[in-house]
């Protein structure tokens, strides 16, 4: 299959961050040409003109079997919310519920501009790998193990969650997760890391998301979290550190000198009141990989990179009180070609030989007048300005309309789960 995209103002995020007013050519799942009056013979002839091409944002940390929690328990402090709430609500979870959960999620991404996620769920995987399949998404996927610092209990979870390792399908790929520090005996944080070494998996795990973690830790192991997952050797270029919401200048260097990918989640910190904001400045200064994720629609509510984008840029300048302590550039990059390279996607970028993933946004009222493109996808771009969407070559949405799956039949059955569970 080709596409010829005809006319697109296009964001391409290549070396020289240029823009440029231009046709695209696709053919098979490779950005193949990008020129002036292209007219290769293709399948699909998209026109574009008035368009903004920008390649798909990565979405780094997501629980897309969460969905169905969306405004479930709003408004109660963390670990209430946590513990008395969702967790109990995941434990119902069937695995139809998961995958329902799933293809709602990956409506909401595509339809909001992001082409590749990372999921960690603490269910068998397999639904979440289908339901991104069928759909067309691009991604890695985790079961998360969870211990709760019983390490008698290690080898019965890593069980559990070892099939996933062989779960990869399509332009799914699989993952391995513990769930955090201070969740997870260190029997467990080790083995986890060992089996995702071995099979040559992304490692994730969430890192300083609350204060009372950090206070966990330091108490049990007498270190900060980083330092302590650095000392038994699960901060690598292979892992990433969602949250880190709360860290020391020290482990800010460590995560830099090991080129580690941090994950932040800047809506759900806020949400959930975690209190503290990922230096993400300090971080990319260091030499960290700094990406952004949504983390779950049970703790944002919304799976917008947008919004995301948009609360990262904010949160810096608030944090620093300093409002040119990052460019709209610099958040743009977080959520495309830095998330593709944690991703180890040949993506992130519209350029000759790259996937083609690629999003085209109508300016709307929102994203006029074209005085700063990027100022304006970061501060005033949304889910609503996404018209079309490509990923791995394949059209996935077009004028709006999703072509991988039937919505309205999607929704009365998550309508139907939503009133079950009430
Ligand atoms: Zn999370």
């Given at each position: 299959m080709s596409i010829l995209i005809k006319d697109a103002t296009i964001i391409t995020q290549n070396n020289s961050r240029d823009q440029l007013q231009a046709d695209i050519f696709i053919d098979g799942n490779i950005i193949s040409k990008i020129g002036k009056n292209l007219n290769d013979k293709s399948d699909e002839t998209i026109d574009a003109g008035?368009?903004?091409?920008?390649?798909?944002?990565?979405?780094?940390?997501?629980?897309v079997a969460m969905t169905l929690f969306r405004s479930y328990a709003d408004d109660l402090p963390l670990n209430q919310w946590l513990e008395q709430k969702i967790w109990p609500a995941?434990?119902?979870?069937?695995?139809?519920?998961?995958?329902?959960?799933?293809?709602?999620?990956?409506?909401?991404?595509?339809?909001?501009?992001?082409?590749?996620?990372?999921?960690?769920c603490i269910h068998d995987t397999k639904p979440i790998?289908?339901?991104?399949?069928?759909?067309?998404?691009?991604?890695?996927?985790?079961?998360?193990?969870?211990?709760?610092?019983?390490?008698?209990?290690?080898?019965?979870?890593?069980?559990?969650?070892?099939?996933?390792?062989?779960?990869?399908v399509g332009n799914i790929n699989a993952s391995i997760a513990a769930h955090a520090p201070n969740t997870c005996s260190e029997e467990l944080l080790i083995k986890t890391k060992e089996?995702?070494?071995?099979?040559?998996?992304?490692?994730?795990?969430h890192v300083?998301?609350?204060?009372?973690?950090?206070?966990?830790?330091?108490?049990?192991?007498?270190?900060?979290?980083?330092?302590?997952?650095?000392?038994?050797?699960?901060?690598?270029?292979?892992?990433?550190?969602?949250?880190?919401?709360?860290?020391t200048k020290h482990e800010i260097s460590l995560l830099g000198n090991n080129s580690v990918t941090v994950s932040s989640c800047p809506v759900s910190n806020l949400k959930l009141a975690t209190g503290?904001?990922?230096q993400l400045t300090e971080l990319d200064k260091?030499?960290?990989?700094?990406?952004?994720?949504?983390?779950?629609?049970?703790?944002?509510?919304s799976l917008s990179m947008f919004e995301s984008m948009k609360f990262a840029g904010l949160l810096q300048r608030h944090h620093y009180w300093k409002s040119d302590v990052i460019?709209?550039?610099?958040?743009?990059?977080?959520?495309?070609?830095?998330?593709?390279?944690?991703?180890?996607?040949?993506?992130?970028?519209?350029?000759?030989?790259?996937?083609?993933?690629?999003?085209?946004?109508?300016?709307?009222?929102?994203?006029?007048?074209?005085?700063?493109?990027?100022a304006h996808l970061v501060y005033s771009g949304g889910p609503q300005n996404v018209s079309d969407v490509i990923i791995d070559g394949k059209i996935v949405l077009r004028n709006r309309k999703m072509q991988t799956i039937d919505e309205e039949k999607l929704y009365s059955e998550v309508e139907s789960m939503v009133s079950l569970k009430e």
């Open positions: 008035g368009k903004i091409a920008i390649p798909g944002l990565v979405n780094t940390h997501a629980h995941e434990a119902k979870q069937t695995s139809k519920d998961v995958e329902i959960s799933s293809k709602l999620a990956f409506c909401e991404m595509i339809r909001g501009g992001t082409t590749s996620f990372v999921e960690m790998f289908k339901a991104a399949n069928e759909i067309g998404m691009r991604g890695i996927i985790a079961q998360a193990a969870l211990d709760f610092g019983d390490h008698s209990k290690s080898k019965d979870v890593m069980n559990k969650i070892k099939p996933t390792a062989d779960y990869a089996l995702a070494d071995q099979k040559h998996l992304l490692y994730q795990i300083s998301e609350t204060r009372q973690e950090v206070f966990d830790i330091l108490k049990t192991k007498g270190k900060y979290p980083v330092e302590y997952l650095d000392s038994i050797g699960i901060a690598d270029k292979n892992s990433i550190f969602i949250h880190c919401g709360w860290l503290g904001i990922a260091s030499g960290a990989l700094v990406t952004l994720g949504t983390d779950s629609a049970a703790s944002n509510n460019t709209a550039q610099k958040i743009f990059d977080f959520a495309t070609i830095n998330g593709a390279k944690a991703l180890g996607i040949n993506g992130g970028s519209i350029e000759a030989g790259k996937l083609a993933d690629i999003v085209l946004l109508e300016p709307g009222s929102n994203l006029r007048p074209r005085n700063d493109l990027l």
